[in-house]
């Protein structure tokens, strides 16, 4: 469906710019529905379209030694889903999946690229957006090796909120196993002890958020980090 200019604009990178540039960018969007668990790339392959989430949220997975693939980012509508395609590499480094379904704007590649190369204003928030990128992706590696299971699943329930909007959303014990990369059993006792501190709701996949500030004081550090390193990056632009 081609993009009508009266739905809002929700995407914090496409509200940084200046409104010329939005509005050259946008006139280039289709408005689409991201269906829930659409594997939007795959590892290896071309990336023929551009993803701006204005109120889905999209997982990426790198592949786990053949166990299945483990969730290294997560992008609402803070962030863009092909921002590699600022190296000049049009192959999706990771696969990507939809997590939480919703709307957002999407254009070809070409598009982009000529977009890109013809808007300075563009250029600057994107680059700003690669670097925090790559800082969370080092900061997911060191969550995944050091922290314990409840204080990651805490760190990734705040991280979907976030960019869900919602206190409440759907997802499986499973999924947040393999998300994660750990065994069902300790989704399961970790979930059970959020909920048992009154900091979560779970039944049969639906989870709602009861108590953020406690969640917050149980995730790891990399929660706040992530957040800091966004803000500050976002007051240079």
């Known amino acids: 469906m081609p993009f009508i200019q009266a739905v809002p604009v929700t995407n914090l990178l496409l509200s940084a710019l200046p409104s010329k540039d939005r509005e ?9 529905e991201l269906d829930l668990g659409e594997v939007l790339y ?14 889905s949220f999209i997982s ?9 693939n483990l969730e290294v980012g997560l992008i609402g509508d803070e962030g863009m889903l092909g921002i590699t395609l600022m190296l000049d590499i049009n192959v999706a480094p990771f696969q990507a999946l939809v997590q ?4 957002a704007l ?13 808007s300075i204003a563009l250029q600057r928030v994107l680059k700003s957006y690669l670097y925090v990128s790559m800082s969370q992706l080092a900061q997911t590696s060191v969550c995944t090796r050091y922290h314990v299971i409840e204080a990651r699943l805490a760190r990734w329930l705040l991280m979907a909120q976030d960019r869900a909007r919602t206190d409440h959303f759907h997802v499986t014990h499973e999924l947040i ?6 065994r069902r059993v300790g989704i399961t006792s970790a979930a059970n002890s959020l909920q048992q501190q009154k900091l979560i709701s779970y039944r049969r996949g639906d989870i709602t958020i009861i108590d953020r500030t406690g969640l917050e004081a149980v995730a790891c550090k990399c ?3 992530d957040k800091e390193i ?8």
């Not at 795959?42 to 109120?55: A, D, K, L, R």
């Not at 999407?106 to 013809?118: G, H, K, V």
């Open 24 to 32: 050259q960018l946008i006139a280039k969007c289709e408005f689409i």
């Open 42 to 55: 795959c590892i290896g392959e071309p990336m023929t379209q551009v993803y701006f989430p204005t109120g």
């Open 60 to 68: 990426v997975r790198a592949p786990s030694d053949g166990k299945g």
């Open 100 to 103: 939480g379904s919703g709307y």
């Open 106 to 118: 999407r254009l070809s590649t070409t598009s982009f690229n000529r977009t890109f190369e013809q």
């Open 177 to 182: 196993a393999s998300i994660l990369g750990v």
């Open 223 to 225: 929660y706040r980090v």
């Open 230 to 237: 966004y803000e500050r990056i976002s007051k240079l632009r």
